[in-house]
Structures are given as structure tokens and as C-alpha cells.
Nanobody, 126 residues
Framework: QVQLVESGGGLVQAGGSLRLSCVTS????????VGWFRQAPGKERSFVAA???????YYADSVKGRFVLSRENAKSTVFLQMNNLKPEDTASYYC????????????????????WGQGTQVTVSS
């Protein structure tokens, strides 16, 4: 059984920073790819960033240069460092994992992600 548990959300002013954590458990191959998605009220869930076990990193254009994804394999944890936050970053953030692999822009496709966490709320005030 694969479990993903997010933490680190909260309320921050525009320009501030937050670090989200995703602790993963389960068979290793089910966590080769770990991604972050976000969903604002009334909007579809959208890709934020993803990391592959071989070191591949992918970012949505809207967060490139502001968000940094890293993973600490010993603790099976993936971190999303979010800097220079903007009000439009306000959303519920979800950690997800692919039971397999992805390549290039396919890593952006939420339909490939089999396992999902419960989400953590990020609110950025102006």
C-alpha cells in the first residue's frame, strides 16, 4: 500500500516562503516519480512540479524560478520549497506518485498519477 502524507501548508503574505513536505511509503517502484499538483476553488487540478528517481525535475512555467523540488531518499520525503509566493499560488497542494515512470511533458499529466495524498492548504495574502 502506498501512502503519501503532505504537510507544511499555511497562511503567508505575498513575497513570503513555505516548504511543503511529502512523506512517502510503499514499494520503491511505486514512488519513482513524485509530483505536486494544486487546485484552487472552482479550478481544475494542475501540475506544479515533479521529480524522478533518476534526478529528472519538471516545473510548470508558472512556478519556474520560484519553486524548488528536492527529495531526501533516506527519509522517503519530497520537499517543495516555494519562494516569492503570490496570491495566485493560493490552492490546496497535493502530492502524488506514479506506479511506473514518465518522460518529459507526460510527467505533467495527472492521469498518470495513481496515488494521491490528502492535500495541504496554502493561502497567500496580498
Amino acid at each position: 500500500q502506498v501512502q503519501l502524507v503532505e504537510s507544511g501548508g499555511g497562511l503567508v503574505q505575498a513575497g513570503g516562503s513555505l516548504r511543503l513536505s511529502c512523506v512517502t511509503s510503499g514499494r520503491t517502484y511505486t514512488r519513482n516519480v513524485v509530483g505536486w499538483f494544486r487546485q484552487a476553488p472552482g479550478k481544475e487540478r494542475s501540475f506544479v512540479a515533479a521529480t524522478r528517481s533518476d534526478g529528472g525535475l519538471y516545473y510548470a512555467d508558472s512556478v519556474k524560478g520560484r519553486f524548488v523540488l528536492s527529495r531526501e531518499n533516506a527519509k522517503s520525503t519530497v520537499f517543495l520549497q516555494m519562494n516569492n509566493l503570490k496570491p495566485e499560488d493560493t490552492a490546496s497542494y497535493y502530492c502524488a506518485a506514479i506506479a511506473g515512470y514518465c518522460s518529459g511533458t507526460s510527467c505533467w499529466d495527472r492521469r498518470l498519477y495513481t496515488y494521491w495524498g490528502q492535500g495541504t492548504q496554502v493561502t497567500v495574502s496580498s
